[in-house]
């Protein structure tokens, strides 16, 4: 081959490579950022069904999601609001695992991105602090303000069920649980803040609004509770 004909194929080459390069330098256009509820509801529900017992995940967050993205090992970067936190459940003998770390990517209202360490102390973990060190992972919000002001993200106040001992904020998916008084029958049943209760004795709350608060109150102190990821607790009970 000549020199001509090197030179030639060498820019034949260059051109068809440009326009790869270029497209992966093009800026990712997020979707609306999500609630914290909202988020947390998606990727709870997808962590969970990823356990051999899904109603047994115990989930723990690092903090709140950051706008970018995350480097899978040996894939490609993947960019939507990231966060991490850590998971533990049932295996096939019945009993716990152990935790392990997790990171999720959301965009556009589902997971892009998930995935968990194969053991405690792993890849993502090392990230994930290394995340959270960095201050990427804003704080957690306080689930000890019971305060029936409107939040300052628009999402509806706080209403505090007396029957119940929850205080609880409404979202799309459900009755998002705030605060937990000490020995009421939610204390009792172990729930939590950051729990979220998607039927109350069988009636869905998907879509209900403010009403859902009501519902849940309604109910008294022994109704039945479904959670995000499919578990199912009776007010009143222990675990």
Known sequence: MTRASHL????????????????????????????WEQYRSIAEADIARRLVDPESARITWLGRYHKGGWKPFLQGRVA????????????????YAGAVSFVTVIDYGRVIFAELDTRAGGMIAESCNKALAAGLLPPLPDPTDTSASPAADGSPSAT?????GLTLRAMPDGAYITAVAPG??????????GMVITSVNAIPLAG????????????????????????????????
Not at 21 to 35: S, T
Not at 80 to 95: D, E, F, K, S
Not at 210 to 226: C, H, S, T, W
């Open 8 to 35: 030639l194929l060498g820019a034949a080459l260059t051109l068809i490579a440009a326009p790869a390069a270029a497209r992966d330098k093009v800026e990712h256009l997020y979707g609306p950022p999500p609630e």
């Open 80 to 95: 939507g609001y990231v966060a991490c936190g850590t998971v533990n459940g049932r295996n096939r003998m019945g009993g």
């Open 160 to 164: 505090i069920s007396n029957a119940s």
């Open 184 to 193: 009421s029958p939610a204390a009792a049943a172990a729930l939590a803040p």
């Open 208 to 239: 209900m609004g403010d009403a859902m608060l009501k519902v849940v109150d309604a109910a008294g102190g022994n109704a039945a509770l479904a959670l995000v990821g499919g578990r199912t607790i009776k007010l009143g009970s222990r675990p």
